[in-house]
């Protein structure tokens, strides 16, 4: 039985064109989460060595990472409502490339902390950005429409491998303190699959300048809550 059994010919067509699409902004996730958030793990007990942090400073980079991130969630369906889900999603993702360039060439802590702080608040850009633009998407083919997302979600993942794989690769390269030119390998690998979300992601999602949803409070606050706890450094890291 051939695929035309299953679609008509043009239905066939643009599916294939929409599965690659989400093929490509399964990459934001890849960048936000599983590059720009997972490799710190990765990388900390190499940065505590060379920078001599205590646990408190190695907790506060998680604790700024966190709030722009959850600043950024709470923004973004606003500032997808002013300029579209497609140019806020490409903001973050260069937010976050150019954080993981900072991270590999700033020692001093402060400056790490921002771009840390730039970290998660590019990743969360990106990442509501680009859901937003997958459901649009996959809305195209409702009997399919779980599987279409279930690829985008799938994007923290590659993010992470990608990760645990070059990281580890260039500590052994050049030694526990080759940090900072674990991150900037990073940041290129981020380049990388920036460059296949630019030439993947044709679609213009429909803008509404007026109209946009405001963000639920009510109904996030256990998350604010452990966000807040989290950013005191209560929570372990």
């Avoid at 190499?46 to 506060?60: E, H, N």
């Avoid at 509501?128 to 997958?134: C, H, L, N, Q």
């Avoid at 940041?187 to 044709?202: N, S």
């Amino acid at each position: 039985m051939s695929q035309t059994d299953f679609f008509p010919e043009r239905d066939y067509s643009a599916f294939k064109a929409d599965l690659l699409t989400l093929a490509a902004l399964a990459l934001v996730p890849a960048i936000g989460l599983g590059i720009a958030r997972f490799s710190y793990a990765l990388l900390l007990p190499s940065m505590r060595a060379g920078l001599g942090w205590s646990y408190a400073d190695a907790g506060w980079m998680t604790s700024v990472n966190a709030a722009g991130y959850l600043i950024a969630a709470l923004l973004s369906a606003r500032a997808i409502g002013f300029v579209g889900a497609n140019r806020v999603m490409r903001v973050g993702v260069a937010a976050c490339v150019i954080a993981l360039i900072m991270m590999g060439v700033f020692r001093h802590t402060v400056l790490l902390n921002v771009s840390w702080f730039l970290a998660g608040f590019g990743g969360a850009s990106a990442f509501v950005a680009g859901g937003v633009i997958t459901a649009q998407v996959s809305q195209r083919h409702p009997a399919r429409a779980s599987f279409l997302l279930g690829i985008f979600y799938a994007g923290p993942g590659l993010g992470i491998v990608l990760s645990g794989l070059g990281v580890p690769w260039v500590l052994g390269q050049w030694g526990t303190m080759a940090w900072s030119a674990a991150w900037l390998v990073l940041a290129a690998i981020a380049v990388v699959l920036a460059l296949g979300v630019i030439w993947g992601v044709r679609v213009k999602p429909r803008r509404r300048d007026q109209e946009y949803a405001s963000a639920p409070l009510g109904s996030m606050g256990w998350m604010l809550i452990g966000y807040s706890f989290l950013g005191l450094a209560i929570l372990p890291i």
